[in-house]
DNA sequence: ATAATGACTTTCA
DNA sequence: TTGAAAGCCATTA
């Protein structure tokens, strides 16, 4: 409630961003992209991505269940995203070789 | 008002 | 497979 002022962030993008991270079932991970997607905003898959940077550490989004489209975690390039994959884990992600997520396995479809 | 920054994606080589 | 470049545009200073 703090810096939701300085834009009116209320009809802002955040909001649809925010509702459709809401949307990605436990156990299943999203891309950028594909959020942008989803909340009605093509191409911007960047900020989708401060969206989520904007988030503060006690928000409700499911934030860490939104990765690149490479299936791994970006995080600020590189950092926290230890805790990250933790919590994806915990989630019943499985990480594959590289470190990364088979999208084609754990990669949420929302319903068009 | 302009300028710089940035949890990305996609395309081409 | 990796690497480099262009595109997208909201937020912040």
Do not use: M
């Not at 009116?8 to 961003?17: D, K, L, N, V």
């Not at 991270?21 to 989708?48: E, M, S």
């Not at 934030?63 to 995203?81: D, F, H, K, P, Y």
């Amino acid at each position: 409630v703090t810096a939701r002022r300085s834009t009116g962030e209320s009809t802002g993008t955040y909001a649809r961003i925010y509702a459709v991270v809401r949307r990605i079932p436990r156990g299943r991970v999203a891309t950028y992209g594909q959020v942008a997607r989803v909340a009605g905003l093509p191409g911007r898959a960047r900020q989708v991505g401060y969206a989520l940077a904007a988030l503060k550490p006690s928000t409700a989004v499911p934030w860490q269940r939104v990765v690149n489209a490479a299936g791994a975690i970006s995080l600020r390039t590189s950092g926290g995203g230890v805790s990250q994959r933790l919590l994806l884990e915990r989630e019943g992600v499985r990480f594959g070789a590289a470190d990364r997520i088979p999208l084609e396995q754990f990669g949420w479809r929302p319903r068009r």
